[in-house]
């Protein structure tokens, strides 16, 4: 909300992650009203409701994600596997690493929050978007209706491959990595010609 104190709201934050990391996705406002050492009234006047405090986490962590991947889409024109395998890499480390806040945005809060979800799908939309002009501009995929196509199914495919895979640890990270891989050097293949 303006007026409040960005620091404030900073440190609010904090306590929202460590009370997820430690309570786990079905932490409740209490709890994080708790670590933060203020009663839930108190978080909420900071984030308006308990949507207001879900999209913030949301920008704040999505958004680092997107930071961390960007640099790695910019390599697409060099070697396609390469900045594929380096990108799916970065992004199932962030997930792995930060299991319970992952299921807390994508799988919690946009369960019970249309307005989060909409939030949610937005920012991984337009993560497809900066794809597929990445790989329009690169002309690893010259037809930039394709482009856009594959970026958007790329990265659904690896967000939703991401999922299963954290709900399968028997199966090697590797093997995931390469077989998304296979299927988007496929993918893009038909588009070279």
Request: charged share 25%; hydrophobic share 45%; net charge negative.
């Amino acid at each position: 909300m303006s007026g409040r104190d960005p620091d404030r709201r900073r440190a609010l934050l904090d306590a929202a992650d460590r009370a997820i990391l430690a309570e786990g996705p079905e932490v409740s406002m209490a709890a994080i009203a708790a670590e933060a050492g203020i009663t839930k009234p108190i978080l909420y006047r900071h984030f308006g409701d308990r949507s207001g405090l879900y999209q913030a986490l949301a920008d704040r962590h999505v958004r680092t994600v997107i930071a961390l991947l960007r640099p790695r889409f910019a390599e697409a024109g060099t070697d396609l596997p390469a900045a594929a395998r380096a990108t799916i890499d970065v992004y199932l480390d962030l997930v792995s690493a930060n299991l319970n806040l992952y299921r807390f945005l994508f799988h919690r809060a946009s369960g019970e929050d249309t307005r989060i979800r909409s939030h949610m799908t937005s920012l991984v939309s337009s993560l497809g978007e900066e794809l597929g002009r990445v790989l329009a501009d690169e002309r690893v995929v010259p037809d930039p209706v394709r482009a856009q196509v594959l970026g958007h199914a790329f990265v659904g495919m690896v967000q939703t491959t991401g999922d299963w895979w954290l709900e399968h640890p028997e199966v090697g990270r590797s093997q995931v990595v390469e077989g998304l891989v296979d299927v988007i050097a496929a993918a893009v293949a038909p588009g070279r010609r």
